[in-house]
C-alpha cells in the first residue's frame, strides 16, 4: 500500500497524471487503503480530493467501500465459523463481532454470535443477537428456535414457548421446534401437550429418537405406562 502510495504521490508531483484519475486507479488506492484502515482511507480520499475533482466522487468512494466492507465481512464471518466449530467460542465472537463492524445489515454473524453466547451460557448475550438477526430477517425461523432455547435455559418459559411456536409457523415441518415446545410444556408440567407436539416430531421425522424418549419421560410421568 505505502509503496503504490509514494508512486502515486511521485506521478502527482510530476504531474504525469494531469488534472484528472482514471476510477480504476482511485478504486485501487481505497480498496488498499480501506484494507489497513478506515481512518487511512478517508486520508488518502481526502489528499486525493484535494487534488481532483470528478462528478460522483462521493457516490464513487461509497461504493467502493462498501463492497470492500463486505468482501472483509465475509471473511471475517468464515473465520468466526471455524473458530465455532473448533469451539474457541471467545475467538470465534471476536470475528463475528468484526463482521458485523464492516456490515452490520447481515443477520448470519448476529446469529452465530448468538450461537457462540449460548455455547458459553451468555443466554441474554444470545438473545440480544437473535432478536436483532430477526429483526434483519423476520423469516428467520432458525433464529426463533434457538432464542426460545436461551429463553428457557432463563427459565422465561412463555417467551420460549412464544418463539417456538413462531418458528413452527414459519417452517411446519421443523420438528425441532416441536421438540423443543414440547419440552418447555414438560417444565411446567403439561405433559399432555407435551405428548402432543412430541408426537407431532416423530411424525415430521419417524426416527427420532429424542422425541421418542421425551414422549416416554411425558407418558411416566402422568403414570400412563402402557
Avoid: H, W
Avoid at 2 to 20: M, P, Y
Avoid at 209 to 224: F, H, M, T
Wanted: net charge positive; aromatic share 16%.
Amino acid at each position: 500500500m505505502l509503496k503504490n502510495f509514494k508512486i502515486f504521490k511521485k506521478l502527482l508531483d510530476k504531474q504525469e497524471l494531469g488534472g484528472g484519475i482514471i476510477a480504476e486507479q482511485l478504486l485501487l488506492f481505497l480498496k488498499e487503503a480501506v484494507e489497513m484502515n478506515k481512518i487511512c482511507a478517508a486520508l488518502v480520499f481526502v489528499f486525493v480530493a484535494g487534488i481532483f475533482n470528478f462528478a460522483g466522487q462521493n457516490i464513487f468512494v461509497n461504493k467502493v467501500c462498501a463492497a470492500t466492507n463486505k468482501e472483509l465481512a465475509e471473511k471475517a464471518f468464515d473465520e468466526g465459523n471455524k473458530f465455532l466449530n473448533q469451539k474457541n467460542y471467545q475467538a470465534a465472537i471476536s470475528k463475528f463481532t468484526e463482521a458485523i463492524r464492516l456490515n452490520s445489515n447481515d443477520a448470519l454473524p448476529y446469529y452465530n454470535r448468538g450461537l457462540a453466547y449460548s455455547d458459553l451460557e451468555n443466554y441474554q448475550q444470545a438473545i440480544d443477537d437473535y432478536t436483532q438477526a430477526i429483526k434483519l430477517n423476520p423469516n428467520y425461523f432458525q433464529a426463533y428456535n434457538n432464542r426460545g432455547l436461551a429463553y428457557r435455559k432463563l427459565k422465561n418459559y412463555q417467551q420460549a414457548i412464544s418463539d417456538y411456536t413462531q418458528a413452527i409457523k414459519l417452517n411446519p415441518n421443523d420438528d425441532y421446534a416441536y421438540n423443543n415446545r414440547g419440552n418447555v410444556y414438560s417444565d411446567l408440567q403439561n405433559y399432555q401437550q407435551a405428548i402432543a407436539d412430541y408426537t407431532k416430531a416423530i411424525k415430521i421425522k419417524p426416527d427420532d429418537d429424542y422425541a421418542y424418549y421425551n414422549r416416554g419421560l411425558a407418558y411416566y410421568n402422568l403414570q400412563n405406562y402402557q
